[in-house]
């Protein structure tokens, strides 16, 4: 376990995912925002995030995907392949 995640028992795992990563240009107009998308054991998870430096990232968002947004990953991976 990370020790910044201890507090929060949370636990971290790192592997490659089959995840897209995009620059929110609509919501970017005061900070840069970025919208990912990626399988969990749940199903699929949007994260919107923004990053404050180098060292700090603020997430703003993070959910399930809708069906709407879980299709369109799904053609986003097939077109990758």
Not at 3 to 18: D, E, F, G, I
Not at 53 to 73: C, F, G, K, M, W
Request: proline fraction near 5%.
């Amino acid at each position: 376990m990370l020790p910044h995640l201890a507090p929060h028992n949370l636990r971290c795992c790192t592997s490659q995912l089959n995840s897209g990563e995009i620059f929110d240009e609509a919501h970017s107009e005061k900070e840069d925002r970025f919208i990912a998308i990626g399988p969990l054991k749940r199903g699929v998870i949007l994260v919107v995030w923004t990053e404050r430096d180098e060292s700090v990232i603020r997430i703003i968002s993070a959910r399930l995907a809708t069906p709407r947004e879980r299709h369109q990953y799904q053609a986003y991976m097939v077109e990758r392949q």
